[in-house]
């Protein structure tokens, strides 16, 4: 691979993750905090192909590119062009809760509802036994899935870093459920806390419920993960 493939290489990889930092595609893969990262990662590359085009016209290559190098771009358009849904319920039912620490919780905002993330709500009900849920309503948004008794539950992905460490924060959904929901549909659940809890059968943590008062259909957020603190 000559310079001039090199550059260009270095260039599309640079542009693509400044689009995905602009666009927030990025949030695909990786958290919301770390899109300054993702920004001067793309920036840097691109810097980086200017560079190397302006050594090769001073010191021209010898020898072409063999051909086959060329193929090396198609990996970047698919990355453009097909860019992979976020996890859903397929991988959140085959991996087990990311409520299995402990974690001190802090006091809720007044005014109900309130709205938490599900891990929050999670922590909440099952660390501090629904202490500071007590008379409070509380609005959680999260992807449906179920187990393999049909039991319907709320969903979020919890990433420390990226997608590839992902781990399901699942709520348990009782009280006025809708009659007809389908797997990886995003809903929006207004409720207030129970006291009933399931056992993950994958890691056997602790999954609470959230007894449902209202439950609307909504498109999925630009961010379909979520992360402590």
Known sequence: MNRTVQAILLFLVGGV?????ATGLYLRYVKAGLRPLVLAAGVVLVIAAV????????????HPAP?????????????????PPALGSYSAMRAGTAVTAPRIVAPLPDGNPVSLTVIDYADRAVYDQGRSLAGRTVTLTGFVAFDHAGVPYLVRMLLNCCAADAQPVKVGLAGAVPPVLQPDSWLEVTGTFTAEQAKDPVNGGAIPFVDVGQARPVPPPADPYESRG
């Open 67 to 83: 051909r086959v190098s060329w193929l090396l771009v198609l990996p970047v358009f698919a990355l453009v062009l097909a860019a």
């Open 17 to 21: 993750l400044l689009h995905a930092g």
């Open 51 to 62: 560079a190397t085009v302006w050594y090769a016209r001073r010191r021209p290559a010898r």
